[in-house]
């Protein structure tokens, strides 16, 4: 498929990056594991640290979808679309998880990174698997910006809760 082609080295860095990214977030989980628990974490890491994970691995699907040897676009479509639904039911999960933690008031920019952007990312994987029939190339572009935004969105939501946490438990020897 000529047209998936075309997107292999933009998938196999997207994929492998977010291969790597996995692997480092369970690495820096394990190092902050030692800290002191905070109340309400199980419930706060179920809404702010899970959701790093499954966006990471979301784009290492989303790699292995669009570098697989499909004889036509269809079944790649099909995929990509039925991961953007699946993330749009995960995304209403992770909010009702956001809303009922204590641990931690979210503000602007984690309700942005946290719930505003990876539903548009989802939601556009989604539109895309409609949008293949009308614009081959423009729903390509549209799940390479998909992919590329849960990426960048699972870096940001990483060093958040890194920084978080470095930050909290330093003020809390004090």
């Not at 029939?133 to 060093?159: C, E, K, S, T």
């Amino acid at each position: 498929m000529t047209s998936l082609t075309e997107w292999a080295n933009f998938y196999v860095i997207v994929g492998s990056s977010a291969g790597a990214l996995i692997g480092l977030q369970f690495v820096v989980i394990t190092l902050i594991a030692n800290m002191p628990i905070t109340r309400d974490l199980e419930r706060a890491s179920s809404a702010f640290a899970t959701p790093t994970v499954v966006h990471f691995t979301s784009v290492l699907v989303l790699a292995a979808i669009i570098c697989a040897p499909w004889h036509g676009i269809t079944p790649a479509a099909a995929g990509w679309g039925v991961l953007g639904l699946v993330g749009l039911v995960y995304e209403i999960i992770v909010a009702r998880r956001v809303g009922a933690q204590t641990a931690y008031t979210p503000q602007f920019e984690d309700l942005l990174f946290h719930l505003v952007l990876p539903s548009v990312a989802y939601a556009t994987l989604a539109g895309s698997w409609y949008a293949v029939r009308m614009n081959l190339h423009g729903a390509l572009f549209a799940v390479g910006a998909a992919a590329l935004v849960l990426l960048l969105v699972g870096i940001h939501n990483a060093w958040d809760t890194v920084t978080y946490h470095i930050i909290t438990h330093k003020g809390d020897q004090h």
